[in-house]
């Protein structure tokens, strides 16, 4: 079968849906609702190319190619529109990539893993990565002016977190064993971070009463950012500052447990519904149209597989 792609006659398959089509000819189509192993139905359109035909934006995730089809894949009004399908995913998801501690240390300390590891008593792991960086036996953070603790989220609740002090207080642990606990944060500049935006003062009440752990952290850091496809795409399109800002209503920080290790965390959820048509009775939507959420019912917990969360785009599902 031919097609042409950007007035270019190619030869294709015909039996795959045109994503894969095109990525085995060479071309990067981005994708977020789509998965090549698992069921899916067209919803971001971060995929989309235009038919020349009549000038229609199609999602090249559900469409077949057919004898004579002529396509672009990546003019100026293609990319136009893929980068403005994202931006409006952005405005729906409310989280911040990396944490703000994180973000501006000046010894490149990833202080939000750091502080991960202190709280759930991971002393070595905190010890490791922590050495991994500075001399832990004239550790910088003495002499630091601390914008981590200027720019630390906690201290829009009520006071933000000693993070010199206990920086200092993990680098004294003499008897910390060495272990494998490389940093995850990606701190490029060309790296694309959402921010997550200001707390409602519900929200402030809410997150004094379940962030109280020995740090009182509030680990803003999202915990799936290195396998974020939505991040990954925002990157590619070069996308600094969404233009819409971030709108969604979904309450920040909400992690619901949902079997052995799997959370879900709706705040992060972008609503492709892949995590829902690869599920029996586990999650489902709720509501429609710009309501619509993607829940995970109480009696359907036991029937969801932690390997839901590989195909996840977001971070809103992961293994913690």
């Known amino acids: 079968m031919n097609i042409t792609i950007n007035n270019k006659t190619v030869e294709v398959s015909g039996q795959k849906p045109l994503i894969e089509e095109l990525r085995q000819i060479g071309y990067d189509i981005p994708s977020l609702c789509y998965d090549a192993n698992a069921k899916h139905q067209a919803s971001c359109m971060v995929c989309m190319v235009m038919n020349v035909a009549n000038g229609q934006m199609i999602p090249s995730c559900s469409t077949f190619p057919t004898e004579g089809m002529q396509i672009e894949v990546d003019s100026e009004e293609v990319l136009s529109m893929r980068r403005m399908s994202i931006e409006l995913l952005l405005s729906d998801h409310r989280a911040d990539c990396e944490a703000p501690c994180t973000i501006v240390c000046p010894s490149k300390i990833d202080a939000a893993q750091v502080l991960l590891h202190y709280d759930r008593g991971q002393m070595n792991e905190a010890f490791s990565l922590l050495s991994s960086v500075v001399d832990v036996n004239n550790i910088p953070c003495a002499d630091c002016k601390a914008p ?12 933000g977190v000693s993070i010199r002090q206990i920086m200092m207080e993990i680098a004294s642990m003499k008897d910390a064993k060495s272990v494998d606990a490389h940093s995850q944060a990606n701190l490029s500049k060309d790296v694309f971070a959402s921010k997550l935006g200001r707390y409602t003062d519900a929200e402030k009440e809410w997150l004094k009463e379940v962030y109280s752990q020995p740090s009182k952290c509030l ?6 950012r290195d396998k974020c496809k939505l991040r990954e795409c925002a990157t590619k399109a070069q996308i600094k500052s969404p233009r ?77």
């Not at 939507?285 to 195909?311: L, T, W, Y």
């Open 148 to 159: 981590c603790e200027k720019a630390c989220r906690r201290g829009t609740i009520d006071k």
């Open 219 to 224: 680990h803003c850091a999202c915990e799936g």
């Open 244 to 320: 819409y800002g971030v709108s969604s209503r979904q309450v920040v920080k909400e992690q619901i447990h949902v079997k052995d290790n799997l959370y879900f965390e709706p705040a992060k959820c972008i609503r492709c519904g892949l995590c829902v048509y690869n599920s029996q009775d586990g999650f489902t939507f709720k509501h429609r149209g710009f309501d619509m959420q993607v829940v995970i019912p109480e009696d359907s917990k036991k029937n969801v597989d932690e390997k839901i969360a590989d195909i996840c785009p977001t971070g809103a599902l992961f293994i913690q």
